[in-house]
T-cell receptor, first 110, second 116 residues
Framework: EAQVTQNPRYLITVTGKKLTVTCSQNMNHEYMSWYRQDPGLGLRQIYYSMNVEVTDKGDVPEGYKVSRKEKRNFPLILESPSPNQTSLYFC?????????FGPGTRLTVL | AQKVTQAQTEISVVEKEDVTLDCVYETRDTTYYLFWYKQPPSGELVFLIRRNSFDEQNEISGRYSWNFQKSTSSFNFTITASQVVDSAVYFCALSAWETSGSRLTFGEGTQLTVNP
């Protein structure tokens, strides 16, 4: 089944404790991206990757890092999480114009 | 810069009513794509439709229909004979290749509640 997977789905952590949210797709898509969703703000892009080893900032990249060492994986790294990064995170992939989203990761930073 | 406006924050209807969700967009690009996504209470984002800027034909898929009007920069979504399962947040989104590549600019979403 073609899909985008994210792990973990839910995470509660404390300020400053490094964490990684994994994202994997099995559709051989070149383009992958991360979004965060916050009430009243809709979804905003954090980072994106056009292909392996090619990443770039989206609209709200501060406090996040990404890497794209393999085509299928695009992890999101929060090296020192803060409470304002409490949000619902979505990974997406696309080949062409339509982005398909993972199930979301709900992150709470205390 | 791109912008998508969904002026209706919340809509509540009774089952079997028709409902239209409004979407107005702004872009300077001549080539762009418009999307609708559905986010049910379970939280995932479900792709519904994509429309490119050169195709103004309206589209119907079952109870769903979409009206794209370039003259008014609108891409409205109508659900006919709404059902309780249609209750969700609906997002309109835009991608404009010339200025932002594949980045999706989302509206703030419309929470649709269909009551039995």
């Amino acid at each position: 089944e073609a899909q985008v997977t994210q792990n973990p789905r839910y995470l509660i952590t404390v300020t400053g404790k490094k964490l990684t949210v994994t994202c994997s797709q099995n559709m051989n898509h070149e383009y992958m991206s991360w979004y965060r969703q916050d009430p009243g703000l809709g979804l905003r892009q954090i980072y994106y990757s056009m292909n392996v080893e090619v990443t770039d900032k989206g609209d709200v990249p501060e406090g996040y890092k990404v890497s794209r060492k393999e085509k299928r994986n695009f992890p999101l790294i929060l090296e020192s999480p803060s409470p304002n990064q409490t949000s619902l995170y979505f990974c997406a992939s696309s080949q062409g114009d339509t982005q398909y989203f993972g199930p979301g990761t709900r992150l709470t930073v205390l | 810069a791109q912008k998508v406006t969904q002026a209706q924050t919340e809509i509540s209807v009774v089952e079997k009513e028709d409902v239209t969700l409004d979407c107005v967009y702004e872009t300077r690009d001549t080539t762009y794509y418009l999307f609708w996504y559905k986010q049910p209470p379970s939280g995932e984002l479900v792709f519904l439709i994509r429309r490119n800027s050169f195709d103004e034909q309206n589209e119907i898929s079952g109870r769903y229909s979409w009206n794209f009007q370039k003259s008014t920069s609108s891409f409205n979504f109508t659900i006919t004979a709404s059902q309780v399962v249609d209750s969700a947040v609906y997002f309109c989104a835009l991608s404009a290749w010339e200025t932002s590549g594949s980045r999706l600019t989302f509206g703030e979403g419309t929470q649709l509640t269909v009551n039995p």
